[in-house]
């Protein structure tokens, strides 16, 4: 099959028709395919039918949001020539815990059609999917030209799958394993790269648990002249890390491992200098256990970061505030709440450029801690970095009066994502619900395309995010709203949402009603542990037919509550692969 | 005047002779805890349970030990483990640390936190020690007797 099929021009009948002859389809093509958008890329298809076939034939890249919303043959039949697909599966809240095992989302049925339709695929992205190891290895055997295997929140495999990538996927650049609930049975896997194989630029195995054989690691560094992102597990000591990093001073991207090593003098230089080589660093995480006595040895480097990951080291106030002004760069920040508010002065202070942060709870399970940061931590922040418009926050306390100032200060947020950690807390200085904190965020940031919310909340903030916020995509609602108006508020205004994920909210029949016009133009709706019943999904899925409602049910709840339901748009109608606790309505 | 209340124990000031405070405190355990909340992924729990070697000084040894305070649930496993390491002292029956040759001899568990002062052993809960705890020192000290 030739991979890059040309359609034949039918040139009569252009010149019969009445208008002028209109662009040549392969100049069409050309053209499309410097829009790379995704959106964009939608939208051409919407033009007119010359426009819809020439996307179709020139499209090489493909996202589908929710792996359910399509079938693979679908795809298949309309585009002919993808080498790029990133899949997502499970709703988002299955991070918590929130879904159960073996709900779907399996990759495997995709892959068979793949193999057949798309010999050179070459690359798979996906997120919260199901993935076995028989996956892997039909992967790593069926697409010779495969470069890029990317897998963030997956689960299903195991380290034997990575061998299989690892010994047959020949031309691979990038192999990037992130978050993933997998079966680490020993680090083998990475000696399985021949010593002939040389492509590889990315390397990201920072969340596998076992040791690698460090001298396969190291020369596999050696001979991938290409390597720009090279990210290790925490079983690799800092003087392995040093020997890797003079092996490839041309990285960009560095994930350390272990910073808890004991180094005598002529280490730490030697580390130091290592890292000082590395010209075109913009990127550090791992860091595990580090600590003030090693931590200098990244100084040499800090000039130039602009992404620096510190959520894995437990530092305090202290030492960042002595890192910190070694960063005057950084763009994006992400540290433990163990630096407390006064570590987050430092960094209102020193990184005027910052345009990201997020604060991760260090103990958030644990309710005597009476450290973490709090609403100061994030006012300073904001008073520092004006051009903040990312912020990730884990909280145990907060104030209207704060968050007001902190959007004044930076009005252009984009996704705020405030997480006050005990449920439904109000302000704690005046009593308050948090309704007006999150009335000024959709009031002040125009541009606000995701939000999540806590604390204390009525309606009233409902009301404000219906009302103001026009460009909110992403909602995050938990343990708040007093009655269905809230529900009802949204689902009537916001009209960009496309992803609405709530749980433990007072929220009924009549607010999931509510939304009914706006479903389909949203990629899914998760509710769970509200006021839903049986009876309200079956409602909704009567009136609507062309999105799926599935609820999962609770074993020791009553047989008319709908304990976790979770509606989605598509195209293929209700899934086939349904385990036995998913009632499709 | 009662010396008492000024004596130097193991436990809560005003506890009298209760025993050293454990890890658990009353305080944890009121609210049953939430699935999924605080919305944290998996491989971000646990960060605080590596390793935390500290320095251990005892006055009167020739040098130090280090131990790792992750390792222990509460104080009273803390100071087993110490005894162990040192052996250079033993619990008396008025719940002291006190030297095994010479019994009038005692030890003060005191430990240096975060922001560098000295302070005595057992305030606090466990795991707010554990984590503001940057090392150890067992000071000696001959009771005076008033």
């Given at each position: 099959m030739d991979p890059v099929r040309k359609r034949t021009k039918d040139l009569s009948k252009s010149v019969d028709s009445?208008?002028?002859?209109?662009?040549?389809?392969?100049?069409?093509?050309?053209?499309?395919?410097l829009v790379k958008s995704h959106k964009d890329r939608s939208s051409v298809s919407l033009v007119c039918k010359d426009w819809y076939n020439a996307d179709r034939w020139s499209r090489s890249k493909i996202f589908i949001g929710n792996c359910y919303s399509v079938s693979p043959e679908i795809v298949a039949r309309r585009?002919?020539?993808?080498?790029?697909?990133?899949?997502?599966?499970?709703?988002?809240?299955?991070?918590?815990?929130?879904?159960?095992?073996?709900?779907?989302?399996?990759?495997?049925?995709?892959?068979?059609?793949?193999?057949?339709?798309?010999?050179?695929l070459e690359e798979?992205?996906?997120?919260?999917?199901?993935?076995?190891?028989?996956?892997?290895?039909?992967?790593?055997?069926?697409?010779?030209g495969f470069k890029v295997l990317s897998l963030l929140?997956?689960?299903?495999?195991?380290?034997?799958?990575?061998?299989?990538?690892?010994?047959?996927?020949?031309?691979?650049?990038?192999?990037?394993?992130?978050?993933?609930?997998?079966?680490?049975?020993?680090?083998?896997?990475?000696?399985?790269?021949?010593e002939t194989f040389v492509s590889l630029e990315v390397l990201n195995f920072a969340s596998l648990n076992s040791d690698v054989t460090f001298d396969a690691l190291e020369r596999l560094v050696s001979r991938c002249k290409a390597l720009r992102v090279l990210k290790v597990n925490k079983h690799i000591s800092l003087e392995q890390i040093q020997k890797l990093l003079l092996r490839a001073p041309q990285l960009m991207e560095v994930g350390t491992g272990s910073f808890q090593q004991e180094l005598v003098p002529r280490q730490f230089a030697e580390l130091e200098t290592a890292f000082g080589s590395c010209k075109n660093l913009h990127t550090l995480s791992g860091l595990w256990e580090a600590s003030s006595v090693y931590?200098?040895?990244?100084?040499?480097?800090?000039?130039?970061?602009?992404?620096?990951?510190?959520?894995?080291?437990?530092?305090?106030?202290?030492?960042?505030?002595?890192?910190?002004?070694?960063?005057?760069?950084?763009?994006?920040?992400?540290?433990?709440?163990?630096?407390?508010?006064?570590?987050?002065?430092?960094?209102?202070?020193?990184?005027?450029?910052?345009?990201?942060l997020r604060v991760f709870p260090a103990d958030p399970f644990d309710q005597d801690m009476v450290h973490g940061v709090t609403e100061s931590g994030f006012v300073a922040v904001s008073s520092g970095c004006r051009k903040l418009h990312y912020v990730l926050y884990f909280c145990r306390q907060m104030t209207n009066a704060a968050v007001a100032t902190i959007v004044k200060n930076c009005p252009d947020f984009t996704h705020f994502r405030l997480c006050i950690m005990n449920p439904g807390q109000a302000d704690y200085l005046t009593n308050d619900p948090m309704d007006e904190a999150f009335g000024a965020v959709v009031k002040t940031c125009t541009k606000l395309q995701r939000l999540a919310v806590s604390g204390l909340l009525t309606d009233k903030t409902f009301e404000y995010i219906g009302k103001y916020a026009k460009n909110l995509e992403t909602l995050s609602v938990a343990f708040a709203g007093s009655s269905d108006r809230g529900m009802q508020s949204v689902m009537e205004g916001c009209p960009k949402l496309r992803k609405l994920e709530i749980r433990d909210c007072p929220f009924g029949n009549e607010a999931l009603l509510s939304g009914l016009d706006k479903y389909e133009s949203m990629r899914?709706?998760?509710?769970?542990?509200?006021?839903l019943t049986m009876n309200g999904c079956r409602q909704l899925a009567k009136n609507m037919p062309r999105l799926n409602v599935e609820v999962i049910k609770d074993e020791e709840s009553d047989d008319s509550e709908a304990d976790k339901v979770y509606v989605y748009r598509s195209v293929v109608g209700p899934r086939r692969d349904a385990p036995p606790f998913v009632l499709t309505l | 005047m009662n010396y008492e209340e000024t004596e130097l124990t193991l436990g809560l000031p005003g506890r009298g002779t209760k025993r050293l405070l454990s890890g658990e405190a009353t305080t944890k355990g009121d609210k049953p805890m939430v699935v999924g909340w605080p919305p944290v992924?998996?491989?971000?729990?646990?960060?605080?349970?590596?390793?935390?070697?500290?320095?251990?000084?005892?006055?009167?040894?020739?040098?130090?030990?280090?131990?790792d305070l992750q390792s222990y649930g509460n104080y009273d496993e803390?100071?087993?483990?110490?005894?162990?390491?040192?052996?250079?002292?033993?619990?008396?029956?008025?719940?002291?640390?006190?030297?095994?040759?010479?019994g009038t001899l005692e030890y003060v568990p005191t430990y240096e936190d975060k922001d560098g002062d000295w302070m005595l052993l057992g305030d606090v809960p466990w795991k707010m020690f554990a984590q503001s705890c940057k090392r150890l020192r067992l000071m000696t000290r001959t009771p005076s007797i008033c």
């Open positions: 009445a208008h002028l002859a209109p662009f040549p389809d392969e100049v069409l093509e050309k053209v499309l395919s585009f002919p020539n993808i080498r790029s697909v990133t899949l997502k599966g499970k709703p988002r809240f299955s991070d918590f815990n929130l879904v159960p095992q073996n709900w779907g989302a399996d990759i495997h049925s995709w892959l068979v059609v793949f193999a057949q339709v798309y010999p050179f798979l992205r996906l997120k919260r999917m199901v993935v076995s190891d028989e996956s892997l290895e039909f992967l790593a055997n069926s697409f010779p929140s997956c689960d299903g495999f195991s380290t034997d799958g990575l061998k299989a990538i690892a010994t047959h996927c020949k031309n691979l650049t990038e192999l990037d394993i992130q978050e993933n609930g997998i079966d680490d049975l020993g680090g083998g896997w990475l000696s399985c790269f021949p931590l200098p040895v990244i100084y040499p480097a800090c000039a130039n970061l602009t992404y620096l990951n510190l959520s894995y080291a437990t530092l305090q106030s202290d030492e960042l505030s002595k890192l910190l002004p070694n960063c005057s760069n950084l763009r994006r920040l992400w540290v433990l709440d163990t630096v407390e508010d006064k570590g987050l002065e430092a960094v209102g202070s020193s990184c005027p450029l910052l345009e990201e899914s709706l998760w509710m769970s542990a509200c006021n | 992924k998996e491989h971000r729990k646990g960060i605080t349970m590596s390793r935390r070697y500290v320095k251990v000084a005892v006055d009167g040894a020739p040098y130090l030990r280090k131990v803390l100071l087993s483990a110490l005894q162990e390491l040192f052996g250079c002292f033993t619990e008396s029956d008025e719940k002291k640390l006190v030297d095994c040759v010479n």
